[in-house]
């Protein structure tokens, strides 16, 4: 079913198709049409079409999508039945969040074991983690299949960790240092989460409704 | 300079070209063309001037951009020079790691304060800020002009949490609860932090990686 490239913000859209499709569930809605779902998401009905079309042919012609199955086909072609194995390296704030808070199972991975360099750490139990030496890490990669690394270390020790796990033989790795990592290899996947970008972009928005308002309050003093 | 209405995802690229302009910078190019910016970045030249040209010209035909000047520009219309206000509501795993090791200032933003429910947390102070209780949150309005909240609390506190915010007179919330808000005013700028859209599309190209690597070895084989 899955065609060979697809465009980048066709794959950026997906999560957010299954986001609201798990929020149409949530709300007991069997069926949309692509006009609705567009009109929902700020996308037009021929956008939605186009999107889908990539991976083949969903909903029928008049009848809408149907909210249950869509899912499935979305969530299918993401990937998340996949079942990813995952490391987390580095145990600060943002590593624990995640360890603690954030439910990898549901998006078809699973984190078998976390990394620190700091003493006081190494041994315990987090979330029902059990964090290691980071000098272990190596042997993650020899008893498990790892494919996943979570990299959440300081700035100034995020290219070293990356090029380590690369040498290991890691397949992706999901960024958190907000840094860029330089890796050499193109067969490992970086996926950044880049909260300055994200930052810019309300700060961007921010400004222009600051200034919207001034100019209508200007306005409506005259 | 600024125009009415750009579309969200040259807004979305902006930050992206802050990036490459610091980067650019750091490594002592004074001049790039767009021609070798879109190679660096995966995008094509006349994207780039498109791009650009939404906010007025920058660069000289032939002669490319400044690297420090299209940097200038970038961040003045991304507004890093408006010095907003921000409050962080909920100071767990995530609210900490941002005081701690998010440089606000470089994107020009400045917290004042930050707010819990935890009696253990209230009168301590982490990177500088003083945690205050939850309940003295609408002070922050009437005796600063508050501009942003940054949302870090769990899960089931998030919706009230917004609306309590919205009800004070907050102008843009950076949301990190991992949940839809549904803000009914639409003056309130809401800009998500969805780790599970960025994990979703590691976990698509992953799959996607691995699928070609197993149709590789299969042919190496025959």
Not at 10 to 29: C, F, H, N, Q, S
Not at 97 to 126: T, W
Not at 188 to 200: A, G, M, T, Y
Request: aromatic content about 8%.
């Amino acid at each position: 079913m899955k065609q060979v490239k697809v465009s980048n913000n066709v794959i950026r859209r997906l999560p957010r198709y299954l986001r609201k499709l798990d929020e149409l569930k949530t709300a007991g809605v069997d069926r949309i049409s692509s006009g609705e779902l567009g009109r929902q998401m700020g996308l037009t009905s021929s956008q939605i079409r186009q999107d889908f079309s990539c991976f083949g042919e969903f909903g029928q012609q008049g009848y809408g999508y149907n909210v249950t199955a869509l899912r499935g086909e979305i969530a299918s072609i993401l990937g998340t039945n996949r079942d990813f194995s995952v490391v987390l390296v580095g145990v600060g704030n943002i590593g624990r969040a995640l360890i603690e808070n954030f439910c990898f199972e549901q998006y078809g991975f699973h984190m078998v074991s976390a990394y620190d360099v700091r003493p006081e750490l190494i041994g315990k139990n987090i979330g029902g983690i059990n964090i290691q030496d980071i000098s272990d890490l190596p042997q993650a990669f020899t008893n498990n299949d790892v494919e996943v690394a979570v990299l959440c270390v300081p700035k100034s020790m995020a290219s070293t960790a990356a090029e380590d796990l690369v040498r290991y033989g890691i397949r992706a790795i999901w960024n958190f240092t907000n840094t860029e990592l330089n890796i050499t290899s193109s067969d490992v996947i970086v996926e950044n989460i880049h909260f300055s970008d994200s930052l810019l972009a309300l700060g961007y928005y921010l400004a222009e409704s600051i200034d919207q308002k001034n100019i209508d309050d200007a306005r409506a003093k005259k």
